[in-house]
């Protein structure tokens, strides 16, 4: 065990509001053509994704529902990879889709962890 190990629930909420935030600023991008992105609220596809990344992102950086969004939000990023990279190649690295591979992941195991720390979830159920 590690000295770092008894900060894990903070690192943990951090890792949560952080990758929360970033994935608001995806669906931001989509909804609003915000920071340098182009507004898709034309295309059903660029719409949903919008929606998803926007809402789902600032439900898992506030921690509320923070299971479920998180859970939509990695199927999202599956269904990103395999519609928009996974035909340029075998590999992430080679389709540049490292950063649906990534959130894919990060927002499965955040489905798994729950909210944690630092999070709307936690103070509801104490009320």
């Known amino acids: 065990m590690t000295v770092l190990h008894r900060f894990s629930p903070i690192f ?29 609220t ?7 994704a919008g929606v998803i990344e926007f809402v789902g992102g600032l439900l898992i950086m506030i921690g ?13 990023m599956a269904v990103a990879y395999f519609k928009a990279h996974a ?14 591979t990534l959130y894919c992941f990060l927002f ?9 720390r630092l999070a709307l979830d936690r103070l509801l159920r104490k009320s």
């Open 42 to 48: 034309g295309d059903p596809w660029g719409l949903a």
């Open 108 to 116: 499965l195991y955040i489905a798994s962890e729950g909210s944690g």
């Open 12 to 40: 943990y909420a951090l890792l949560r509001i952080v990758s929360g935030f970033m994935f608001t600023c995806h669906g931001a991008q989509k909804l609003f053509g915000v920071f340098g992105g182009h507004a898709q």
């Open 64 to 76: 509320l529902f923070t299971g479920p969004a998180a859970f939509v939000a990695s199927g999202e």
């Open 87 to 100: 035909r340029g190649g075998a590999l992430p690295i080679v389709n540049h889709g490292e950063l649906a």
